[in-house]
């Protein structure tokens, strides 16, 4: 049950920072986005950026659902994202973790831009990291 409690505080911090920006908040927001030639390769406003906020905060309360800390969960929950859900969450962290081959993941190719940097030196891995942890949650519950 560690993995669920590593994942969720994880997810909750990210969760917490994405609220920071989408309240106007700056720190950090200058390596959080990809960017080539000095240019940001996007620009998110607020409701993308709270509603980004919002999934990670779901994602985490999933994780504790999943372990029994978040029982009025079970009321709402439907049954596919019940039993498939787990498995959801390690597909999407582990493709972050490889990325789209440009900006993002381990095979990335730009990679001169301080969000690069970062991403090749904590992002990528922390997704690798959550990836892991469900599927060793995975393996818990089974």
Not at 71 to 76: L, R
Not at 77 to 89: C, E, T
Request: glycine residues 10%; aromatic residues 20%.
């Amino acid at each position: 049950m560690i993995p669920a409690f590593i994942n969720s505080i994880i997810l909750l911090s990210i969760s917490g920072i994405h609220f920071y920006w989408g309240l106007g908040g700056h720190w950090g927001l200058q390596a959080a986005l990809p960017e080539r030639n000095g240019t940001k390769a996007f620009q998110p406003g607020r409701f993308a950026t709270f509603n980004v906020a919002i999934i990670f905060a779901g994602m985490a309360l999933f994780y504790l659902a999943r372990i029994g800390r978040f029982p009025i969960a079970d009321s709402w929950m439907p049954d596919w994202l019940n039993h498939y859900g787990l498995w959801l969450l390690t597909g999407i962290f582990l493709l972050r973790a490889v990325g789209d081959f440009y900006y993002v993941g381990f095979f990335k190719r730009i990679r001169t831009s301080r969000f690069a940097e970062l991403d090749t030196k904590f992002y990528s891995p922390l997704c690798l990291l959550l990836s892991f942890n469900t599927l060793l949650l995975i393996s818990f519950l089974s």
